[in-house]
């Protein structure tokens, strides 16, 4: 099975910036689509923004033009840069991968989820 193991949350004034990390580790034939959600208290998870292998991205409308999700391949790590980040941004952020594993079954691996909290 493969782990996901986020970084880079935190404590953070509106208009600041942050970027979270996430690499992968583990047994696997292919990472797919690569994605950040987030769950703010009494929400339901949301997608925040996903990345396909070849690096075409789509972004939730409340983040488009703030924030940026990118990845190396080589590293099996997906990025969230997080730019002019407001009050509402505040949330337990997860990375999600569509893995295949070496037997060719798909699965969905999520890491554990990195607090990024958004107040002055």
């Known amino acids: 099975q493969v782990q996901l193991v986020e970084s880079g949350g935190g404590l953070v ?12 580790s583990g047994s696997m034939f292919r990472i ?3 994605a950040w959600y ?12 996903r ?10 409308d409340s983040v488009k033009d703030r924030f940026t999700i990118s990845r190396d391949n080589a590293k099996n ?29 798909g699965y969905d691996a999520w890491g554990q989820g990195t607090q990024v909290t958004v107040s002055s």
């Open 13 to 24: 004034q509106p208009g600041g910036s942050l970027r979270l990390s996430c690499a992968a």
């Open 51 to 60: 990345i396909t292998r070849s690096g075409n991205t789509n972004y939730a």
């Open 32 to 34: 797919n689509d690569m």
């Open 38 to 49: 987030r769950q703010a208290p009494g929400k339901q998870r949301e997608l925040v923004a």
């Open 77 to 105: 790590s997906v990025y969230l840069q997080m730019n002019s980040l407001k009050p509402e941004d505040t949330a337990v952020y997860y990375c999600n991968a569509d893995i295949t594993g070496r037997n060719l079954r």
